[in-house]
């Protein structure tokens, strides 16, 4: 099984640092470039726009919308947008909201429906960027409670198990299997957080420890060497069917060199 690797990123404050950014991705093997949703990151669809008109070869997609913060018209006028302008290579990255969306909902003066309404949004918009966007992007949705990853079975062409900083393998297997319930054949993505005992800053702000993750064996660590990660991850992806990882952009240049070795 093929391993393909993506990174989330965020535009730099120029242009031009994005544009070499994403280029610099796409030549150093990336399959995807991934953007944020968040009200203190740029807004996805022009930056997906921009990375487009950047590199000729790179996906792009969202990571993630969530589902409740748009119409699904609004969501299908700017997947179009994006469609038209790449050449077909968006994908839609989407989930029923991360746990501080309510907030980033009412900032925005958008309601914050309930769970199952929530679910009933996301399905709502799935359905229509498939009947109206055309080529007819993948849908890759971020599940981690049991009943989200039922519905990310059913719903997605690809499912990011989302696992906290301090996951297990167990944890991953458990996520893999209840998707496999649903869906035994979609595509599984992990989300991976930092490289060796290195986590990106915005994480050891929260107080998290790389070196104390790397110890306890959490799964969303990646080792250090490129043979060993290539590995690692040709197991996931064998026992799992784990054919995606992603990594933050801090990370790109230590994970590279795996690429080819998967």
């Given at each position: 099984m093929t391993v393909t690797f993506a990174v989330?990123?965020?535009?730099?404050?120029?242009?031009?640092?994005?544009?070499?950014r994403v280029r610099m991705l796409e030549d150093l093997g990336y399959a995807a470039v991934l953007v944020p949703d968040t009200l203190w990151t740029t807004s996805p669809f022009p930056a997906l726009?921009?990375?487009?008109?950047?590199?000729?070869?790179?996906r792009l997609r969202t990571w993630v919308i969530a589902a409740p913060m748009r119409s699904p018209a609004a969501v299908v006028r700017e997947a179009k947008s994006v469609q038209q302008l790449s050449d077909g290579r968006f994908e839609l990255g989407i989930g029923t909201g991360r746990p501080d969306a309510a907030g980033e909902a009412e900032r925005l003066g958008v309601p914050w429906?309930?769970?199952?309404?929530?679910?009933?949004?996301?399905?709502?918009?799935?359905?229509a960027v498939r009947d109206q966007v055309d080529p007819?992007?993948?849908?890759?949705?971020a599940a981690s409670g049991p009943k989200?990853?039922?519905?990310?079975?059913?719903?997605?062409?690809?499912v990011a198990v989302a696992l906290g900083p301090r996951a297990t393998l167990a944890e991953l297997e458990a996520g893999a299997a209840r998707v496999r319930q649903a869906a035994p054949d979609v595509s599984l993505t992990l989300q991976a957080f930092g490289v060796g005992d290195r986590v990106p800053e915005y994480l050891q702000r929260q107080g998290?420890?790389?070196p104390d993750l790397a110890a306890a064996g959490s799964v969303v660590m990646l080792p250090a060497d490129p043979t060993a990660m290539a590995d690692r991850l040709r197991e996931y992806a064998e026992r799992l069917g784990?054919?995606?990882?992603?990594?933050?952009?801090?990370f790109a240049l230590d994970v590279a060199p795996a690429i080819a070795k998967v």
């Open positions: 989330v990123a965020t535009p730099g404050p120029t242009q031009a640092s994005w544009v070499e726009a921009a990375a487009a008109v950047a590199a000729p070869r790179i429906p309930r769970a199952s309404e929530r679910v009933a949004q996301l399905e709502a918009v799935v359905t007819r992007p993948p849908v890759v949705m989200a990853l039922a519905v990310a079975g059913r719903v997605a062409d690809r998290v420890s790389g784990v054919d995606e990882v992603v990594v933050p952009t801090d």
